[in-house]
């Protein structure tokens, strides 16, 4: 039987989903919410002679239970919830493990098990995360920092006279703008840019030159041009280890 794999990532503002056909990526994506049953369901229906599981790794608890609710009615669909029947293990030196996003734990899980370490994994989303890795594959803490557009956006809502609504800069017209929205532009990307580069530079120097980085999350590509320390970068890193956990468990 073929195995069929959707992996769903769940975070505070939109999902990334990954699907896989024995072993093989065949499609990621950024989906809202709603549309990820329908997408289930159109997959199931185009494999013949075999189930799908789907696989749910999510930060928002009233998302997972919709998501459940709905593709529990769809045949031969099997649901596996990180953390619920598919647990998640990661050697840590966290105060309190069972508080540790889910999303966190998975983006550790599949680097410990992809990369060499020491690594650095800086995940870009609603909230920026800085975890670190050190040689043995245990992670010892890090950083939650606001993300770009959650800054992006307050920005906008704060200040009277900035344009409300813009949405995030994919690139900067010019380091210097000449617009209040090139200027808007260029400061988030080269201010976040200029910040990733400056905490990597801070970590190396506690934990060593050696240190590796890999960066994720949708906005990870953006700021590329904008950083010079990145050393992988990755955004499919989270399904990517939502597909080794499932197959620790699962392929036996």
């Known amino acids: 039987m073929i195995k069929r794999i959707l992996a769903i990532d769940v975070g505070n503002t939109a999902a990334?989903?990954?699907?896989?056909?024995?072993?093989?990526?065949?499609?990621?994506?950024?989906?809202?919410?709603?549309d990820i049953p329908k997408f289930a369901i159109k997959l199931n229906k185009s494999g013949k002679n075999s189930?799908?599981?789907?696989i749910i790794s999510s930060v928002f608890p009233k998302i997972t239970c919709f998501l459940k609710y709905k593709l529990c009615y769809i045949k031969g669909v099997r649901i596996c919830t990180v953390g619920g029947n598919l647990p998640i293990k990661i050697?840590?030196?966290?105060?309190?493990?069972?508080?540790?996003?889910?999303?966190?734990?998975?983006?550790?899980?599949?680097?410990?098990?992809?990369?060499?370490?020491?690594?650095?994994?800086?995940?870009?989303?609603t909230?920026?995360?800085?975890?670190?890795?050190?040689?043995?594959?245990?992670?010892?803490?890090?950083?939650?920092?606001?993300?770009?557009?959650?800054?992006?956006?307050?920005?906008?809502?704060?200040?009277?006279?900035?344009?409300?609504?813009?949405?995030?800069?994919?690139k900067a017209k010019s380091f210097l703008g000449r617009s209040t929205r090139e200027c808007m532009e260029s400061g988030i990307?080269?201010?976040?840019?200029?910040?990733?580069?400056?905490?990597i530079l801070r970590f190396r120097k506690r934990y060593g030159k050696n240190l590796?980085?890999?960066?994720?999350?949708?906005?990870?590509?953006?700021?590329?041009?904008?950083?010079?320390?990145?050393d992988i970068i990755d955004p499919k890193h989270s399904v990517k280890s939502l597909l080794a956990l499932w197959r620790e468990h699962y392929e036996q």
């Open 16 to 34: 990334t989903v990954g699907f896989y056909q024995a072993g093989r990526l065949l499609c990621f994506k950024s989906m809202k919410y709603g």
């Open 51 to 54: 189930h799908l599981d789907v």
């Open 212 to 230: 590796r980085v890999l960066a994720t999350g949708g906005f990870a590509g953006v700021l590329t041009p904008h950083t010079t320390r990145i």
């Open 189 to 199: 990307l080269e201010g976040y840019g200029a910040m990733t580069d400056e905490l």
């Open 127 to 170: 909230a920026i995360t800085f975890d670190y890795i050190d040689p043995k594959g245990v992670f010892r803490g890090g950083m939650i920092i606001p993300g770009p557009e959650t800054s992006y956006r307050a920005l906008g809502q704060k200040a009277a006279l900035l344009p409300k609504g813009l949405p995030l800069p994919k």
């Open 91 to 125: 050697r840590h030196k966290y105060s309190n493990y069972n508080i540790l996003g889910i999303d966190r734990k998975v983006n550790i899980y599949g680097a410990v098990r992809m990369y060499r370490l020491p690594l650095l994994v800086i995940d870009y989303g």
